[in-house]
């Protein structure tokens, strides 16, 4: 059975940094790249980036350029996402996907980041 | 980046109803164009992929057509599990982009 399993909800002080991971279980971790979605509260969804999981290599949404890490772990079969400089702004669910594939569309549960002073 | 403009943001319909939601590309995107249902507090669910592939398990009332910019999903009879959010998301060049999302809502 494929799972995509995110870490836990995080409360974040604005300007820290917040680091989320997506554990993946039941595929091939390097077969498919990993997507990043944010979705603030009562919002759409937004593409972040993506991590192709074989060499490491990024793609960022210019919105988040600068701010946002994509990375992934082949050792232990985890994607992370880091974003800096955290403001109210992205107080929002982040969700791992692998999105695009047609006849794999896996997401994982979501994680909360509450950004608060 | 390609803009997705959805319509209608939201609609209120009956039970039994046949529903048809757009999304208009702000360029040519080919066919690749994908369709999510999302209800609250869950996670994403794509129905339709390429335009007008059903998804595995996805029931056959849901149905998606178009090409170049203009996107349309039919949900041929509503059905009360069918009340969501549904966007649509273009994946011809990078960035992918969503749509803003259309609101079903029981009238």
């Known amino acids: 059975e494929v799972q995509l399993v995110q870490s836990g909800a995080e409360v974040k002080k604005p300007g820290a940094t917040v680091k989320i991971s997506c554990k993946v279980s039941?595929?091939?971790?390097?077969?498919?790249?990993m997507h990043w979605v944010q979705q603030a509260p009562g919002k759409g969804l937004e593409w972040m980036g993506l991590v192709d999981p074989e060499d490491g290599e990024t793609i960022y949404a210019e919105k988040f350029q600068g701010r946002v890490t994509i990375t992934a772990d082949t050792s232990t079969d985890t994607a992370y996402m880091e974003l800096s400089s955290l403001r109210s702004e992205d107080t929002a669910v982040y969700y791992c996907a692998t999105l695009l594939y047609p006849h794999f569309d896996y997401w994982g549960q979501g994680t909360l980041v509450t950004v608060s002073s | 980046d390609i803009q997705m403009t959805q319509s209608p943001s939201a609609m209120s319909a009956s039970v039994g109803d046949r529903v048809t939601i757009t999304c208009r590309a702000s360029?040519?995107?080919?066919?690749?164009l994908a369709w999510f249902q999302q209800k609250p507090g869950k996670v994403p669910k794509r129905l339709i992929y390429a335009s007008s592939s059903l998804q595995s398990g996805v029931p056959s009332r849901f149905s998606g057509s178009g090409s170049g910019t203009e996107f349309t999903l039919t949900i041929s009879s509503l059905q009360p599990e069918d009340f969501a959010t549904y966007y649509c998301?273009?994946?011809?060049?990078?960035?992918?982009?969503f749509g803003q999302g259309t609101k079903v809502e029981i009238k």
């Open positions: 360029q040519g995107i080919s066919n690749y």
């Open positions: 998301l273009q994946h011809n060049s990078y960035p992918p982009t």
């Open positions: 039941g595929y091939t971790f390097t077969d498919y790249y």
